[in-house]
């Protein structure tokens, strides 16, 4: 079974992350992909007032609404506690399924994320234990906020955004090499939708539509539950 695992706090899980993950079970051939939200991620302070244990709810709806097992939710990071670090994940995920996987593990992570990537923890190890799997995100946030809302803020403050934490600059604040980057990896011109969850979480603070950005099962737990609502 070739197994992909797709980590992240999907806060909230939107249409650009099930295309990604149906990306690489339709064109790389993947079985199966692995959802796994961070319990605490050590690289950033999540925003839009929400707990990790609804971020975690609103996986599960998503993978529960999607038939035939390729999309699963993976609990270890929360089962583990503490601060999510992938070398751990992979780690446990591929003793967990030992003797079931065909080659390695791979690991998927935005190119936003890659640029940072040596700041990790581990990141050799996650580099031994995975095949990496790097997918092109939307390049330019402020712009794509800038198109949605104009020059209005869409909240009355950035309760919303996330905040960078360490060392770490943040989502597109350092712009990925892939010329340079030194772990062997695939790279994904992938479908790159214009949309985040960052923007998601503006759009429901400040009573904007948002209903064809998520998938349609994490629609209905956040209205259900009221989240992301100043």
């Known amino acids: 079974m070739k197994i992909a ?4 706090s999907f806060n909230p899980l939107h249409i650009g992350h099930a295309m990604l ?3 690489i079970i339709t064109e790389l051939g993947y079985d199966k992909v692995l959802f796994v939200p961070t319990y605490i991620t050590p690289h950033k302070v999540c925003g ?12 599960r709806a998503f993978c529960a609404s999607v038939p035939g097992g390729r999309f699963e939710t993976e ?13 751990d994940t992979l780690e446990f995920l ?4 030992e003797g079931k996987l065909e080659g390695k593990l791979a690991f998927v992570m935005g190119d936003e994320v890659a640029a940072e990537f040596d ?5 050799q190890k996650v580099s031994d234990l995975a095949d990496l799997i790097i997918v092109h995100r ?18 009355s403050d950035s309760s919303y955004k996330n905040k960078p934490a360490g060392d770490y600059k943040g989502d597109f604040a350092v712009q990925f090499d892939k010329d340079n980057f030194a772990y062997p990896h695939i790279y994904i011109e992938n479908p790159m939708l214009p949309v ?26 956040i209205e259900k539950n009221g989240l992301y609502r100043e």
């Open 21 to 23: 993950a149906d990306t």
């Open 119 to 123: 700041k990790w923890r581990n990141p």
């Open 138 to 155: 939307y390049p330019d946030v402020g712009a794509l906020e800038k198109a949605l809302y104009g020059n209005q803020n869409p909240a």
């Open 48 to 59: 839009g007032k929400v707990t990790a244990e609804q971020r975690l709810e609103l996986v």
């Open 5 to 8: 695992v797709f980590g992240g």
């Open 75 to 87: 609990t270890c990071e929360f089962d583990r506690g503490g601060v999510s670090y992938t070398s």
């Open 196 to 221: 985040s969850s960052t923007d998601i979480r503006g759009r429901i603070s400040g009573g904007k539509s948002f209903k064809y950005l998520v998938p349609s099962a994490v629609y209905d737990y």
């Open 94 to 97: 591929t003793k967990k399924y």
